[in-house]
């Protein structure tokens, strides 16, 4: 079973801090690697990805790090804000078949700023 | 806006009942998505359709099964419903997959506790 290892399981930071969430993966069926932001009592949304042909993503504060021959990728967030507080998830694509187009997520990291 | 909508938010069924939840999307999407949501282990893939009529499993099915009779629509149902499927169900739909389509749009959510 394919799997995508994601640490930490919690996260508190400062306000004005940086906040850095890593993702490990198995095989996928293409280098697409998403973030996902949930706030409670909401589903998850894309927050930014990252595509193959590149090893660094930025959007804003935040930024997707990939590096293949390692098979990981990280979220970092600078200058984190209250406003973020809310469960992260990383995401790959499962190699293979007509499992194409389906994600598989990481546990998941409930990411906490303290103002 | 991309609108996935599940049919409740919250449920309450006892032990052993047939249980249905609904996920309606309006995007036209090919693909729709059934995940469960448990603290430490992320979201859990449980069914996956890519076309009316077509179903694949995913990495928990054990216990329940899928009707996907419309393309808006995706059923999930609990055969028999027992305590350990007490979980959050999120639905999730997205466009058959291209370089360009990839992003995955959730629904808010059903909490189900099965007593």
């Known amino acids: 079973q394919q799997q995508v290892k994601q640490s930490p399981q919690s996260l508190i930071v400062q306000k004005g801090g940086i906040s850095i969430i890593n993702c490990a993966y198995e095989?996928?069926?293409?280098?697409?690697f998403p973030w996902y932001q949930q706030f409670p009592g909401k589903g998850p949304a894309l927050l930014i990805a990252i595509r193959p042909d590149v090893s660094e993503k930025k959007e804003g504060r935040f930024t997707i790090s990939f590096n293949k021959s390692a098979k990981q990728f990280s979220l970092h967030i600078m200058d984190s804000q209250p406003g973020d507080s809310a469960t992260y998830f990383c995401?790959?694509?499962?190699?293979?078949?007509?499992?194409?187009?389906?994600?598989?997520f990481g546990q998941g990291t409930i990411l906490t700023v303290h103002p | 806006d991309v609108k996935v909508t599940q049919s409740s938010r919250y449920l309450v069924k006892r032990t052993g009942e047939k249980v249905f939840l609904e996920c309606v999307q309006d995007?036209?999407?090919?693909?729709m998505f059934w995940y469960r949501q448990d603290p430490g282990l992320g979201l859990r893939l449980i069914y996956f359709?890519?076309?009316?009529?077509?179903?694949e499993k995913g990495d928990i099915p054990e216990g329940y099964s899928v009707s996907r009779e419309k393309k808006e629509r995706f059923s999930l149902i609990l055969e028999s419903a027992s305590t350990n499927q007490t979980s959050m169900y999120l639905c999730?739909?997205?466009?058959?997959?291209?370089?360009?389509?990839?992003?995955?749009?959730f629904g808010q959510g059903t909490r189900l506790t099965v007593v």
């Open positions: 095989n996928t069926a293409f280098d697409y």
């Open positions: 995401a790959a694509p499962l190699a293979g078949g007509t499992s194409y187009g389906k994600l598989t």
């Open positions: 999730a739909s997205s466009f058959r997959w291209t370089l360009v389509n990839t992003e995955a749009f």
């Open positions: 359709s890519y076309d009316v009529k077509m179903k």
């Open positions: 995007m036209d999407h090919e693909n």
